[in-house]
């Protein structure tokens, strides 16, 4: 009886029911549970920093995109055909962009020299538009777009001024043309000597103005285009687009208005074309002829 007793005195309890082995094994799951929440807390703080500081960098990148990188444009620019200044640039776009939110970008961009002057046709709204430096001013003036005048100089700039304004290169702001105003006496031989001054920008090389004459109320402008090479049009298309360069030019001078009915265009053996006072429309780039109306006779 003894010795039943102390034997079992001496069987020893498995360890997994001593009260120790609990304690370890809740010590234990807390420091892991709490060093996987100190990592899953870390791995956020990580991942929340990366967006931040993504985010961040893209806010800064789409600060400094300019307008015209915003739009995707990609502007390619090239010589003009004919181009006897060796200063014309020619850029072809088709896009929905008006000519203020890309031409300062433009300028700073693809403007080697001040003296150049770039075209930027626009398929898309059939315009094109010239760009020209004035001092501290960027010249935008925005012309009807002549069919192929992007492949030769001679037509380039040739279509109805629709808008112009000036952009101050320094600070961007964006300035109306300002409007002229004559001052001389409104006769005929001022009227004679204000139309040579603004035709001059109105023909092309190899093209010359021989004489302006004002007579029985008829203003004719006589153009020699017997140097000209018009390929790959013909003479009869370089007419048409003269006449409307030309008149375009004399219709701005509005003081001399009661000086004339009809503005004819002479050229040669190639024709004359007729305006007659009454066919002048108004459009968003001042007074011009339809060119519709513009007969070879």
Known sequence: MGKEKKAKDTVKKPFYKKWWFWVIIVVVLAGTIGNGEGKDREKDAVQTANVNESSATDTSEDSNQTDSEKAGID?????????????????????????????????????????????????????????????????????????????????????????????????????????????????????????????????????????????DEDLCVFVDFSNADPSPLTLEDLALSRTGSITDAILELKDYDSLWETITVDFGEVGHITNNKADIQTGMGGRYFPGENFKLQ
């Open 75 to 215: 502007f390619v620019v090239s010589d003009v055909r004919n181009d006897v200044t060796g200063k014309w640039r020619k850029s072809l776009i088709a896009e929905n962009i008006e000519p203020k939110d890309y031409a300062l970008d433009y300028y700073k961009q693809y403007f080697k020299s001040d003296d150049e002057i770039h075209a930027i046709v626009n398929f898309n709204y059939n315009t094109t538009t010239k760009l020209s430096v004035m001092g501290n001013l960027l010249d935008v003036t925005i012309y009807e777009y002549v069919d192929k005048e992007e492949h030769d100089a001679k037509l380039l700039f040739s279509g109805m001024v629709l808008d112009e304004y000036f952009i101050d290169i320094n600070s961007g702001e964006i300035l109306n043309a300002p409007e002229t105003t004559s001052t001389k006496e409104v006769s005929p031989d001022n009227f004679v000597a204000d139309v040579k001054d603004v035709i001059q920008g109105a023909i092309g090389s190899n093209e010359v103005i021989t004489d302006v004459v004002l007579k």
